[in-house]
């Protein structure tokens, strides 16, 4: 950016910034193996600019989530994802719904693999 002066002089300034959602979810995506039990996950769901509620999460869940009654800026969320909702490579969104004005529902995409894949051990 450049300021000028009276008397042609000027300044030179560099500005950097980035550009954040109201309402953020970590992980932004998981992957998980194919399994015949049900796999716990944990999602940390943060406002940057004002307390919110959970008001509701879908998707592939072995239980149903019970909606926080207190506003806070971070929601630590222990889910159990139902393995019989995914089918072989299947991908699903869980979505957050928040009373956020601003941003209501924030997602997390959902990846289960078989045995062999997902890079891991």
């Known amino acids: 950016m450049l300021f000028p002066w009276p008397k042609d002089r000027s300044r030179r300034f560099v500005f950097r910034w980035e550009v954040t ?3 953020a979810a970590a992980p932004s995506g ?3 193996k194919r399994s015949a039990c049900d796999t716990p996950v944990e999602i940390v769901v943060t406002s940057f600019d004002r307390p919110v509620r959970i008001v509701g999460v879908e998707g592939p869940l072995a239980k149903p989530f019970v909606p926080t009654t207190e506003a806070k800026q971070t929601h630590r969320l222990s889910l159990i994802l139902d393995s019989a909702a995914f089918r072989r ?3 699903r969104d869980l979505i ?3 009373n956020h004005p601003d941003q ?3 997602s997390v995409v959902v990846l289960q693999t ?3 894949e997902g890079g891991g051990p």
Do not use: G, Q
Request: charged share 5%.
């Open 21 to 23: 959602p109201s309402v």
């Open 30 to 32: 998981i992957v998980v």
């Open 89 to 91: 490579h299947a991908v």
């Open 96 to 98: 957050v719904t928040t």
């Open 104 to 106: 209501p529902m924030v």
């Open 114 to 116: 078989t045995e062999n």
